[in-house]
């Protein structure tokens, strides 16, 4: 498959892998910190060199629009001049680098070559690999996320993403380009010595964390405020409502020990002949039977997010959103990460 477009499609078994670098300024890592797990890897480094030759294909390209269509050749790709942006825009802080890989036995993709360089674009099922990958580095990013004090969270944004697909029939890597490409995301994060290693393995591997897609548009700070703010809305009503009922028997069999008088009150409510269900009330069976250590803390900030959500849905008050978006996805990240740890924790006796 050399010269221009001999194949102009592509039909088989295949690898995909991905590549994203994001930049922040609170992890600030003393030495390279790197996990592996299953499908992939990410390396946390204040080094702009190892994260270009790390986080970035050796032949890193991502066409312009006017490339593909035919326009003049994008400049050369150069890791020199990538690794000074990088410099500039990490400034005192690092890089999180993601590697993920996933072979697939059958793939398709329309081909064409640019300059030299294979374009792919994937068709059907394939579509649907390219935004699992997608899934799996919010995943990624979500763990590392919980993984740090919430009281350390500066944000960090895309540096860089590149998806390439490798075939059997030629050494050289495709370059995966889709016409809508996610956005950038920003994702808090903290400190490199308070990420606890143990936790970010445990909510990589959690079975609990889900919803993906809507954690990308919640923590996703490129997306406008007011799909971001129903995307973790939507997801802080999902975490309830899966938990509610399960911590409700645990606090009434007494497995959290000692009612907290918020609770007292939820359960003397829940008592009376014309209760009505509350999402205040099983929020704040969730955070207890999730072993919240601030539940009045918790409740004020609740009520505050519904509050906004109330003026949004009813009044259509849209004059604070990007408020309403980082309330709700901060509430959203404290919910997470209530559950994680609990998921997480030795089950009771």
Excluded at 68 to 86: H, N, T, Y
Excluded at 107 to 123: H, K, N, Q, S, Y
Aim: proline share 7%; with cysteine; charged share 25%.
């Amino acid at each position: 498959m050399s010269g221009q477009t001999e194949l102009p499609r592509y039909s088989g078994a295949a690898t995909i892998i991905r590549y994203a670098v994001y930049v922040h300024r609170g992890i600030i890592p003393a030495e390279d910190w790197r996990e592996t797990f299953d499908g992939g890897s990410v390396l946390v480094t204040s080094s702009p060199e190892r994260a270009i030759a790390e986080g970035l294909p050796p032949a890193a390209h991502r066409p312009p629009i006017g490339s593909i269509l035919g326009g003049p050749p994008p400049p050369a790709w150069s890791a020199d001049g990538a690794v000074e942006r990088l410099r500039a825009r990490r400034r005192s802080g690092g890089a999180v680098c993601i590697r993920l890989e996933r072979a697939c036995s059958h793939v398709e993709m329309t081909l064409g070559w640019r300059d030299a360089v294979g374009l792919g674009f994937p068709i059907g099922a394939t579509e649907a690999e390219v935004a699992d990958l997608v899934s799996e580095e919010t995943r990624v990013l979500t763990a590392l996320s919980l993984s740090i004090p919430a009281n350390q969270s500066p944000e960090f944004g895309l540096f860089d993403r590149t998806t390439l697909v490798r075939i059997p029939t030629d050494d050289r890597p495709v370059s995966v380009v889709t016409i809508t490409p996610p956005t950038a995301s920003a994702w808090a994060a903290g400190r490199e010595d308070t990420v606890d290693r143990d936790r970010f393995r445990g909510v990589l591997a959690a079975e609990t964390l889900s919803d993906l897609g809507l954690l990308h548009s919640a923590f996703d700070h490129t997306v406008s405020p007011l799909p971001g703010f129903l995307a973790a809305w939507a997801a802080i009503e999902r975490v309830i409502n899966g938990a509610f009922q399960a911590n409700l028997a645990r606090i009434e069999r007494g497995a959290p020990g000692i009612i907290h008088p918020l609770i007292a009150k939820v359960l003397e409510r829940r008592t009376a002949e014309d209760y009505r269900p509350s999402i205040t009330d099983n929020f704040l069976l969730t955070c207890f039977g999730w072993g919240s250590d601030d539940l009045e803390a918790d409740a004020r900030t609740f009520k505050q997010v519904n509050r906004l959500r109330q003026g949004i849905y009813h009044r259509g008050d849209l004059a604070d959103l990007h408020r309403a978006r980082d309330e709700a996805s901060t509430l959203l990240r404290r919910l997470l990460t209530l559950q994680m740890t609990t998921s997480t924790s030795p089950e009771e006796s």
